[in-house]
């Protein structure tokens, strides 16, 4: 059973620093994309920094020049730099991973770790 379990979260204060982990139960290596959404209330969760294969990285616009997204494929575990952090990242950030099996590909979530940035 696949199993990602997120911590680093917390409460900072603007123009703090966190860093999200999330822990895979399995090996990374064949999940691509991996990285991570984040989600307010009442709001879709939105993508905030996805790794695909090559190390190709898309980020959020909102986020770009102060998050950082990386994989340690030997400790299976993905992370989220956040810098400058400001209010507006207030949210509950979720780990995300696809993997190939066979011929379907399977969607993972973590359960999610709050952020909260106070002004």
């Known amino acids: 059973q696949v199993q990602l379990v997120e911590s680093g979260g917390g409460l900072v204060q603007a123009g703090g620093s966190l860093r999200l982990s999330c822990a895979a139960s399995?090996?990374?290596?064949?999940?691509?994309?991996m990285g991570w959404y984040r989600q307010t209330p009442g709001k879709q969760r939105e993508s905030v920094a996805i790794?695909?294969?090559?190390?190709?990285?898309n980020y959020a616009d909102s986020v770009k020049g102060r998050f950082t997204v990386s994989r340690d494929n030997a400790k299976n575990t993905v992370y989220l730099q956040m810098n400058s952090l400001k209010p507006d990242d207030t949210a509950v950030y979720y780990c995300?991973?696809?993997?190939?099996?066979?011929?379907?590909?399977?969607?993972?979530w973590g359960q999610g770790t709050q952020v909260t940035v106070s002004s």
């Open positions: 995300y991973g696809r993997r190939l099996t066979g011929d379907t590909y399977y969607d993972y």
């Open positions: 399995v090996s990374i290596f064949s999940f691509s994309p």
């Open positions: 790794q695909g294969w090559g190390g190709n990285t």
